[in-house]
């Protein structure tokens, strides 16, 4: 099973970084009036955590180090309050909760691409 989830750890911890830029992509369509990308942006960001969780278990399973394991472990934590100020922003029009989660998507991206890139690294060592 250890071979199995170092073979596809890199592509799953990459889709993470990719789908929370998509996700900026389809709100920032909705400032120009397509708010029929509001649901799946919701949508789109339950799977990014869903594949966040799943990198921190391959990342488990294939033995990485213990900063590949942190970062991981710090998107999942980092996606579960990013969904959490989505859905509080949205659903009670708190702007605080808006901003916040706008601030949490630019550093989940860049710790889900620190996470990705320690992940990849240490395959090609392996």
């Known amino acids: 099973m250890g071979g199995t989830a170092a073979r596809i750890l890199g592509p799953v911890a990459w889709s993470v970084p990719v789908l929370i ?7 920032g369509q909705t400032f120009y ?5 509001i649901a799946l942006h919701g949508s789109t960001g339950n799977l990014t955590f ?13 033995r990485r180090s213990g900063v590949a394991l942190l970062l ?5 934590l980092l996606l579960f309050v990013q ?6 922003g949205h659903r009670t029009g708190i702007a605080l909760a ?5 601030t949490l998507g630019v550093l989940v991206t860049g710790v889900s691409s620190a996470a990705a890139m320690r992940c990849t690294s240490e395959r090609r060592r392996a």
Request: aromatic letters at 4%; charged letters at 0%.
């Open 21 to 27: 830029v998509a996700q900026a992509a389809m709100i």
């Open 72 to 76: 991981t472990l710090v998107t999942v």
């Open 98 to 102: 808006s901003s916040a989660h706008i």
């Open 83 to 88: 969904i959490g100020s989505g859905y509080l």
């Open 33 to 37: 009036g397509s708010s029929s990308l």
């Open 50 to 62: 869903l594949l966040a969780v799943a990198t921190l278990g391959l990342a488990w399973v294939a």
